[in-house]
C-alpha cells in the first residue's frame, strides 16, 4: 500500500437502493417506520433512485389530484399509482431521517413533457438540495419491443422526445441535473451523450450481468454460482464499466449505474439470497468506484420476504402482498452495508499478488487514516486461510478489523458481519486487528475464505 492516488474515490453516498417509481406512494417509505430507517442508516447515507419498468408503465404524476386514467393497466402484484406533492413529502422526512438522497425519474412512457414538469418543480421544491437528478423515463431503448412505442423507435426518436420534455423541466426546475439514458444498450448511450441538454450533467447506465437467463444466448452469463464466483463476472462487469466512463468523461459527465443487481431474471435462481451474492457485492461496489462510477443503485422491492423479488436487498415482513411493513435486511444487502462506511474514501495504488478470486483495495480517508479492504471469493467450504502481509505507508499506531463472513457459497440468511446480522459498528468500536504489530510498517494476518475483511490503519 502507498500514499499514492489513484484519482478515484469512494464518494460519501455513493451505495443505494433503486426502487420502482409507483413505491413512491407507498406509505411504508416513511421516518416513522422505525425498520426502515434502520436498514437505510446501516448504508450510510444512501441514494434512494425511484425509477423500473412501472414508471413508464403504471405511474401517474398529479398535482391537483387527477383521478387516473383508465388506460392505464395494472395487476395486483404491479398495481397502478398515483404519486403526488403528499407522497414527496412524506419520502423527504424519510432522507431527512437518514441522511439520504433521492434520483427520481418521470414517466416517457405517457408522452407529457408539461406533466413531467409539474413533478420537477414540486420535487425540486419538496426535497431541495437532497434532490440529486431526474431521469427521462426507464431503458427507453425497450420502447419498441414493450409496446410503449412503435417497432421502429430509434436513439434519435428518443432524444427529440427527450429535449421537448428537458425544455419543459428546465422553464421550471433549472436547477435540476438531467441523467440518463439509464439505457442497457451501448447504442443509446451516445445520442443521448450528444444531446444539446443545458442541464446535462449525469450519465446513466443499467447492467445486470448475468443476463442470460436460461443461459442459451451467453452459458456463461447464466445465473448460477459457478459463473457468478468466477474471475470472468469480475473482468466482464469491470470491461462494461469502463466502456460507459469512458464514454461519459469525453463529455465532461460524471457516470452513475442507479439501476443493477446479478441478474434481472424472474424468479429465484442459484444466486438469490445467497452468501455469494454479498461477497459479490461488495466487490462490485469497491471496483465500480475505483474505476470511476460515482453512485450505484441496486434494484430492489418493499414487497414481502414471502413470494417477493429475491434479488431484492429488503423486503417487508406478512404474508404475500400484505406487508406489515417491518422491513428486513437480505443477504447482498450485507454486502452493501460492509463497505458503505468507507464512502469519502481516496482510492491508493496498491500492489498486491495472490490467486484469483481475492480482490485488494485500499482507501485514504480525510483524516489521514487508511483502510484495506479484501474480498476473498474462495469458496469458505474447500479454501484454505490466506495469509495476507502487508507493508503500510507508515508507522500505525491502531489497527482494527471488520468481516463479513459465511459458512458457504449456498447459505441462505447465515451472512453475518462481526457475529450479528447488522451493519459494521464504527471503527472506534472494532476487535483490534488479530496480531497487529504497534509500530511496525509490516503486518501479517490470515483471512478466512468467503470474508469480506476491512482494516483500518490509524498513524
Not at 120 to 143: C, H, M, Q, Y
Not at 189 to 217: E, V
Not at 371 to 389: F, G, M, R, Y
Request: charged share 20%.
Amino acid at each position: 500500500m502507498t500514499d499514492r492516488e489513484t484519482g478515484t474515490s469512494l464518494p460519501q453516498g455513493m451505495s443505494g437502493i433503486s426502487l420502482e417509481a409507483t413505491d413512491l406512494a407507498d406509505p411504508q417509505l416513511s421516518s416513522e417506520n422505525a425498520s426502515l430507517v434502520k436498514l437505510l442508516s446501516d448504508v450510510d447515507g444512501p441514494v434512494l433512485r425511484f425509477g423500473g419498468n412501472a414508471v413508464d408503465r403504471r405511474f401517474f404524476w398529479t398535482s391537483t389530484g387527477e383521478a387516473v386514467p383508465s388506460s392505464y393497466t395494472g395487476d395486483k402484484a404491479h398495481p397502478v399509482r398515483a404519486v403526488g406533492p403528499d407522497d414527496l413529502a412524506r419520502v423527504n422526512e424519510l432522507l431527512e431521517a437518514t441522511n439520504a438522497q433521492v434520483a427520481l425519474t418521470v414517466d416517457l412512457g405517457h408522452y407529457d413533457p408539461d406533466r413531467a414538469a409539474d413533478m420537477v418543480k414540486n420535487a425540486d421544491a419538496i426535497l431541495g438540495d437532497r434532490l440529486l437528478s431526474v431521469t427521462i423515463g426507464n431503458e427507453p431503448n425497450g420502447f419498441g419491443t414493450s409496446g410503449l412505442r412503435p417497432g421502429s423507435y430509434k436513439p434519435e426518436d428518443y432524444v427529440q422526445e427527450l429535449k421537448a420534455y428537458a425544455k419543459a423541466i428546465h422553464s421550471v426546475a433549472p436547477d435540476v441535473p438531467i441523467a440518463g439514458p439509464g439505457a442497457y444498450s451501448e447504442a443509446w448511450w451516445r445520442p443521448f451523450i450528444n444531446a444539446d441538454l443545458p442541464q446535462k450533467k449525469i450519465f446513466t447506465f443499467h447492467n445486470y450481468p448475468l443476463h442470460s437467463c436460461d443461459g442459451a444466448a451467453d452459458p456463461k452469463a447464466s445465473p448460477t454460482l459457478a459463473n457468478l464466483m468466477s474471475p470472468l463476472m469480475h473482468q466482464r462487469a469491470e470491461d462494461y464499466q469502463k466502456a460507459a466512463i469512458e464514454a461519459a468523461r469525453a463529455a465532461g459527465l460524471e457516470t452513475w449505474l442507479p439501476e443493477t443487481g446479478i441478474s434481472a431474471c424472474a424468479g429465484s435462481n442459484e444466486t438469490s439470497r445467497t452468501h455469494a451474492s454479498a461477497l459479490w457485492t461488495s466487490d462490485y461496489v469497491l471496483n465500480a468506484a475505483k474505476l470511476g462510477i460515482t453512485r450505484i443503485g441496486f434494484h430492489s422491492s418493499l414487497l414481502t420476504c414471502t413470494g417477493g423479488p429475491p434479488m431484492s436487498m429488503l423486503c417487508s415482513g406478512g404474508p404475500y402482498l400484505k406487508p406489515n411493513g417491518v422491513f428486513a435486511a437480505r443477504t447482498n444487502f450485507f454486502g452493501l452495508a460492509m463497505v458503505s462506511d468507507l464512502e469519502g474514501g481516496e482510492f491508493l495504488e496498491l500492489q498486491s499478488s495472490g490467486g484469483a478470486l481475492v480482490y485488494n483495495y485500499a482507501l485514504k480517508s480525510p483524516d489521514g487514516s487508511t483502510a484495506l479492504v479484501i474480498v476473498n471469493q474462495n469458496d469458505p467450504q474447500v479454501a484454505a486461510q490466506t495469509e495476507v502481509k502487508l507493508t503500510l505507508p507508515q508507522q500505525p499506531v491502531t489497527g482494527t478489523m471488520s468481516q463479513l463472513a459465511g459458512p458457504s457459497y449456498e447459505a441462505e440468511d447465515q451472512t453475518l458481519i462481526d457475529g450479528a446480522a447488522s451493519g459494521p459498528a464504527p471503527v472506534v468500536e472494532r476487535l483490534t486487528v488479530p496480531g497487529f504489530q504497534y509500530g511496525s510498517q509490516d503486518q501479517t494476518i490470515k483471512l478466512t475464505a468467503g470474508t469480506v475483511t476491512v482494516l483500518n490503519f490509524t498513524y
